[in-house]
């Protein structure tokens, strides 16, 4: 297994021979004979170990096993301890996520805080079909059935080809010892279950399914990168980003998306990684009313006239935000980024800059978002108008209107609203001798 391993190291990753490493090791039997394999080859390694604390004296005697290796072949580790009850508890996870999120913020930080150029983890063939038979039985898109990626950004999985059996022969063979976690042979989890009661059966039937099954994955996968080819030409056709508010919004044209083969199948591309479950309310948008929104725990996909609108949750956090801004203030950067100037001559008013009569403001003026009721008087226009019905008229989309921001006087009347349009009470005149430029810097 060392000249095969070393051979797949040279050829998948000849990239690492110079890097600073990071193993994530348990004591187990993968992640013991990885570090051996790698200290033979010379690799410039660390190790990291997480005591989890959820098998009492057991993931105690895991951490010293772990921290004698470590002395015994002379390289760095690092251990670290967690209530991961009460982090689950807390946070209202299972048991499993939790651990899992503990574990990976961790490495994160040692990443950081010791310049590691990538961290590497055990996982090999078997615990690949074992993954794959979980998402199938779950039910899952084209992703979830190619397997466990060998490179996920910084993480890297060498072991990956390699089979349990293979990796277990190599330990015996070289007298490695390794930490048997008793759980693993629990049916209580579902991968026990699988690892346990169906892959054996699988193995029975196919003793080669570990190959065939790497076959099979390879083959999905260069299926998935001709989907993401077709995904990747068909967005710039319908998917545009609007950056022109502090609010990123991606917008999709709706038109284009009912003149696609399989509109639902797109929709499930586009949006797949911003964590939406309820796939037919997303589709149901596509003939929804104006103002439909469906929601994940992260994003809001909005129904506006004809478009689909993915913002990030939160944008309306701000809804009631008051910021003062004083005389003689010259930049604010946030909320929103406005510079301030005066200047004997005013020029042409625009979306982004409007000239103001110094003498008609009463500071400090205020920054906030509209609030139901609110009224202005439109420049070039005569009289007033209530700011919902602008909104209406301009066709904003609530997402618009929730992130637009009303500059005002101290006495709350109504300046400018930013970006769009300001208040004829307020811009210059031919007798105004003091002159206040604003600017939207987008």
Same mark, same amino acid.
């Given at each position: 297994?060392?000249?095969?391993?070393?051979?797949?190291?040279?050829?998948?990753?000849?990239?690492?021979? =110079?890097?600073?490493?990071?193993?994530?090791?348990?004591?187990?039997?993968?992640?013991?004979?990885?570090?051996?394999?790698?200290?033979?080859?010379?690799?410039?390694?660390?190790?990291?170990?997480?005591?989890?604390?959820?098998?009492? #004296?057991?993931?105690?005697? +895991?951490? $010293?096993?772990?921290?004698?290796?470590?002395?015994?072949?002379?390289?760095?580790?690092?251990?670290?301890?967690?209530?991961?009850?009460?982090?689950?508890?807390?946070?209202?996870?299972?048991?499993?996520?939790?651990?899992? #999120?503990?574990?990976?913020?961790?490495?994160?930080?040692?990443?950081?805080?010791?310049?590691?150029?990538?961290?590497? /983890?055990?996982?090999?063939?078997?615990?690949?079909?074992?993954?794959?038979?979980?998402?199938?039985?779950? *039910?899952? *898109?084209?992703?979830?059935?190619?397997?466990?990626?060998?490179?996920?950004?910084?993480?890297?999985?060498?072991?990956?080809?390699?089979?349990?059996?293979?990796?277990? =022969?190599?330990?015996?063979? @070289?007298?490695?010892?390794?930490?048997? =976690?008793?759980?693993?042979?629990?049916?209580?989890?579902?991968? @026990?279950?699988?690892?346990?009661?169906?892959?054996?059966?699988?193995?029975?039937?196919?003793?080669?399914?570990?190959?065939?099954?790497?076959?099979?994955?390879?083959?999905?996968?260069?299926?998935?990168?001709?989907?993401?080819?077709?995904?990747? !030409?068909?967005? #710039?056709?319908?998917?545009?980003?609007?950056?022109? /508010?502090?609010?990123?919004?991606?917008?999709?044209?709706?038109?284009?998306?009912?003149?696609? %083969? $399989?509109?639902?199948?797109?929709?499930?591309?586009?949006?797949?990684?911003? &964590?939406?479950?309820?796939?037919? +309310?997303?589709?149901?948008?596509?003939?929804?009313?104006?103002?439909?929104?469906?929601?994940?725990?992260?994003?809001?996909?909005?129904?506006?006239?004809?478009?689909?609108?993915?913002?990030?949750?939160?944008? %309306?956090?701000?809804?009631?935000?008051?910021?003062?801004?004083?005389? @003689?203030?010259?930049?604010?950067?946030?909320?929103?980024?406005?510079?301030?100037?005066?200047?004997?001559?005013? %020029?042409?008013?625009?979306?982004?800059?409007?000239?103001?009569?110094?003498?008609?403001?009463?500071?400090?003026?205020?920054?906030?978002?509209?609030?139901?009721?609110?009224?202005?008087?439109?420049?070039?226009?005569?009289?007033?108008? !209530?700011?919902?019905?602008?909104?209406?008229?301009?066709?904003?989309?609530?997402?618009?209107?929730? &992130?637009?921001?009303?500059?005002?006087?101290? $006495?709350?009347?109504?300046?400018?609203?930013?970006?769009?349009?300001?208040?004829?009470?307020?811009?210059?005149?031919?007798?105004?001798?003091?002159?206040?430029?604003?600017?939207?810097?987008?």
């Amino acid at each position: 297994m060392q000249q095969k391993f070393s051979n797949h190291i040279n050829t998948k990753f000849p990239f690492l021979k =110079d890097k600073k490493l990071l193993i994530a090791i348990s004591g187990g039997v993968d992640s013991v004979v990885l570090t051996h394999l790698l200290s033979i080859l010379n690799f410039n390694i660390s190790l990291a170990h997480c005591n989890f604390k959820l098998r009492k #004296k057991e993931s105690d005697l +895991d951490e $010293n096993f772990v921290l004698k290796l470590g002395e015994k072949l002379n390289i760095k580790t690092f251990t670290r301890q967690f209530e991961t009850n009460k982090f689950a508890q807390k946070n209202k996870l299972s048991t499993q996520i939790a651990a899992r #999120k503990l574990r990976y913020n961790w490495f994160e930080s040692l990443v950081n805080k010791h310049q590691f150029e990538y961290v590497l /983890t055990a996982h090999h063939a078997d615990d690949n079909l074992e993954t794959f038979l979980i998402n199938l039985t779950r *039910g899952t *898109g084209l992703d979830g059935l190619t397997g466990i990626p060998e490179t996920n950004g910084n993480i890297l999985r060498p072991l990956i080809p390699f089979s349990r059996n293979e990796i277990i =022969d190599f330990a015996k063979e @070289n007298d490695i010892k390794w930490r048997e =976690d008793q759980s693993n042979a629990s049916t209580k989890y579902i991968r @026990n279950k699988i690892r346990h009661q169906v892959v054996p059966v699988l193995k029975e039937i196919n003793p080669s399914v570990l190959e065939t099954f790497a076959k099979t994955t390879n083959h999905l996968k260069e299926s998935q990168q001709i989907i993401e080819d077709r995904i990747q !030409k068909v967005s #710039k056709e319908i998917i545009q980003k609007d950056f022109s /508010t502090s609010l990123e919004m991606t917008k999709l044209n709706i038109d284009k998306i009912n003149q696609l %083969s $399989n509109p639902k199948a797109y929709l499930y591309q586009f949006f797949k990684d911003y &964590n939406f479950t309820e796939w037919n +309310d997303v589709y149901n948008l596509l003939s929804a009313q104006s103002g439909k929104q469906v929601f994940s725990k992260t994003h809001v996909l909005l129904k506006d006239r004809n478009f689909l609108i993915l913002t990030k949750k939160g944008f %309306s956090t701000e809804q009631e935000t008051i910021v003062e801004i004083v005389e @003689n203030t010259t930049e604010i950067t946030s909320p929103i980024h406005l510079k301030f100037e005066t200047v004997k001559n005013p %020029s042409l008013h625009s979306k982004e800059i409007i000239f103001l009569d110094k003498n008609e403001l009463e500071f400090p003026l205020k920054l906030r978002k509209w609030q139901n009721g609110d009224v202005f008087y439109p420049s070039g226009m005569q009289g007033k108008k !209530k700011i919902s019905k602008y909104f209406k008229d301009e066709k904003l989309s609530l997402i618009d209107k929730q &992130n637009t921001w009303l500059l005002c006087n101290n $006495n709350d009347s109504i300046i400018w609203i930013i970006g769009h349009r300001s208040d004829n009470r307020f811009i210059t005149k031919k007798e105004s001798n003091s002159v206040l430029k604003i600017s939207l810097v987008i």
